[in-house]
């Protein structure tokens, strides 16, 4: 061997590790929350790149390892064209009815050719990588087999109504007015609501919906801003035949989303009730949020291809009662529930500054209602919750002891939550103030 040039050994693991690093640099740097098609052809680019340097590296060593070509190519290539189309979520739905046997027949065939030419612990390493190769195909095949429809296995409870080109799914429930329209966070759905409407609804009428792309509704071409979310749950309560006055309550990023629709129809909007709500000055009044929301980006471009094989149950986790619980985690589990939460995630600048447009909610009754583990742990956050507050001469603020998630779902969060949600029902029905604890 010439001087200076490194055992098979050495350069399995380099290959291998440069693969890794050059996969994370492409999908978590150079091309961030990018759409599934594209974080996919990265990663496969990536560490197609490591399998063709063991190649032409090891071809240099008295122990050459041509077959790592096999899987260079393969990767490589098909990473590029991923790259280069940047296919559509059917697309990519068709694809991995194809790509899961063709990645196990390659790992298969690079495992017994590798046995052949590489030894030392150079091929344990290589094992492993072939091995996470095998694992993905397999999990991706049985997910697809063993997976049915969202929508056959939980049929959806209210109704699903036109807004044009597409259907949304909307649950009212309960009887009086004002009615209450509950609006989700980033990654939740009607179902998520299951505790607030079980809690509202003997007292007036309640309504969880699914936003384009979420639970029971159509998917939408393009993500959609704060605007065009408004339009829609507007055309959706009017083809319900859901009318005012309602109240209007949304929960983290669903308080922007709630915020646009009271700017843009402010005649129907009663009250709000704001549950531990993103502000819309959430870039500048936290200081650690643009670092945090530039992480999100990257981490929620993966989710979908997580979801894919068969991971998605590692996402999911909800603390409602076992028969809300399963649709929760069965639809967080699904690739559509990680790409739309992707999607609405790089809206987030445009529905913040939407969001702006409401400068004042007169007199009418606001309750902001916080949760302490946001209080203890986010510098800004309480502040951001108080400037809220300033939209209505008619606010109150409480803290609910209760996690960001939990105020929707735990047992206790949710009863903080159906508290403040019936304090500004009877405040609309009485047009008295409302009333400090």
Do not use: K
Not at 248 to 274: D, F, K, Q, R
């Amino acid at each position: 061997m010439s001087p200076g040039v490194r055992p098979p050994t050495g350069i399995a693991l380099g290959s291998m590790a440069a693969g890794a690093a050059a996969a994370a640099l492409l999908t978590m740097l150079v091309l961030p929350g990018a759409t599934e098609g594209v974080t996919v052809g990265a990663t496969l680019l990536g560490f197609g790149l490591g399998w063709a340097m063991l190649r032409v590296c090891s071809s240099r060593t008295s122990s050459p390892q041509p077959w790592a070509a096999i899987p260079a190519v393969a990767m490589v290539s098909t990473g590029a064209a991923l790259m280069a189309v940047a296919p559509s979520d059917h697309t990519m739905n068709t694809l991995t009815w194809v790509w899961p046997p063709l990645a196990l027949a390659l790992s298969v065939w690079t495992y017994l050719r590798m046995q052949r030419d590489l030894t030392g612990p150079g091929r344990w390493l290589v094992t492993v990588a072939l091995v996470l190769l095998a694992v993905a195909s397999v999990g991706a095949g049985v997910r697809n087999i063993a997976t049915d429809s969202f929508a056959n296995t939980y049929p959806a409870p209210g109704g699903i109504y036109s807004v044009g080109d597409h259907d949304l799914h909307l649950d009212c429930r309960g009887q009086g007015q004002p009615t209450v329209v509950l609006i989700s966070g980033l990654g939740e759905f009607s179902g998520s609501w299951a505790r607030i409407l079980d809690g509202v609804a003997p007292t007036t009428r309640v309504c969880a919906y699914d936003r384009a792309g979420q639970g029971w509704s159509d998917d939408v071409d393009h993500p959609q801003d704060g605007i065009a979310a408004a339009a829609d749950l507007h055309a959706l309560l009017a083809a319900a035949g859901e009318t005012g006055p309602f109240v209007l309550v949304g929960h983290s990023i669903g308080g922007p989303y709630a915020m646009t629709y009271a700017a843009n129809h402010a005649v129907e909007v009663a009250g709000m009730v704001l549950l531990d709500s993103t502000s819309p000055e959430q870039f500048t009044a936290i200081p650690s949020y643009p670092i945090q929301y530039a992480m999100m980006r990257r981490a929620y471009a993966v989710m979908p291809t997580l979801a894919r094989l068969g991971l998605g149950v590692a996402l999911a986790g909800s603390h409602l009662p076992a028969d809300d619980a399963a649709p929760v985690d069965a639809m967080s589990a699904m690739p559509r529930a990680g790409r739309n939460a992707r999607d609405e995630l790089s809206m987030l600048p445009v529905v913040f500054e939407q969001a702006r447009a409401l400068t004042t909610l007169g007199g009418r009754p606001l309750v902001v209602l916080t949760s302490a583990e946001n209080a203890r742990d986010t510098d800004g956050w309480s502040e951001a919750q108080v400037d809220m507050a300033g939209l209505s001469s008619n606010a109150v603020t409480h803290e609910a002891a209760a996690s960001h998630a939990g105020i929707v779902e735990d047992q206790g969060g949710a009863a903080a939550s159906v508290q403040a949600i019936t304090s500004v029902v009877q405040a609309v029905r009485t047009g008295t103030p409302l009333a400090t604890r």
